[in-house]
């Protein structure tokens, strides 16, 4: 029976995706692998079309050889290697923008350092995403674990899933009272939406 199901969800995916070969050789294998598990198959619907579209999106962006994406009940698990923090950022950015998506892990190492930044300039943003972090975590009328955080050269990049304008404020706020930070870009989108 679960073989039957596999075969289906899989016939499903590539009918829905309009997936490349690739990415259709990643679906059949991740709906065989995941319909074997515990889960309902509404959720194992769901799940695989997540990690197609962010696979199609990591594909337009020149990322999807050095990215593997693992997606459970709406967790998305980023992990590889890139060789710039922008190339991190696009992923992450690209796995929160997909519907369905609750929670963006992002796992990618950075492989090089970029030939622009220094180490300082590297360790500074690391403080700056550090400072915010645990002053978001802090507050007790903001769920911390709905914000990512990444910050480029003093540019902080936020994402994430926010309970309200109200919230997102409050956490944009947080982080224009950190001296060394130069801008903030938000990619986050409200829960309702």
Not at 128 to 147: E, G, H, M, P
Not at 161 to 180: D, F, T
Request: net charge positive; glycine share 4%; proline share 1%.
């Amino acid at each position: 029976m679960k073989v039957i199901i596999s075969l289906l969800l899989a016939v499903l995916i590539v009918i829905q995706s309009g997936c490349i070969p690739v990415l259709v050789g990643t679906a059949i294998t991740t709906a065989t692998v995941v319909s074997m598990q515990d889960k309902s198959l509404g959720s194992t619907i769901d799940d695989t079309t997540v990690m197609i579209r962010i696979n199609k999106e990591l594909l337009n962006n020149n990322l999807f050889s050095s990215i593997k994406v693992k997606v459970d009940e709406g967790r998305v698990l980023l992990i590889g290697s890139v060789d710039s923090i922008e190339k991190q950022i696009i992923a992450e950015r690209v796995a929160w923008e997909q519907r369905g998506v609750k929670e963006v892990i992002n796992k990618i190492k950075i492989k090089t350092l970029d030939n622009d930044s220094s180490i300082t300039d590297i360790a500074k943003d690391s403080l700056i995403t550090a400072k915010i972090k645990a002053r978001i975590l802090r507050r007790k009328n903001i769920k911390s674990v709905n914000y990512s955080v990444n910050t480029v050269d003093g540019v902080v990049y936020l994402m994430g899933i926010a309970q309200s304008s109200k919230e997102l404020n409050e956490v944009i706020k947080i982080i224009r009272e950190i001296k060394e930070v130069k801008d903030v870009v938000s990619y986050v989108r409200f829960i309702d939406k």
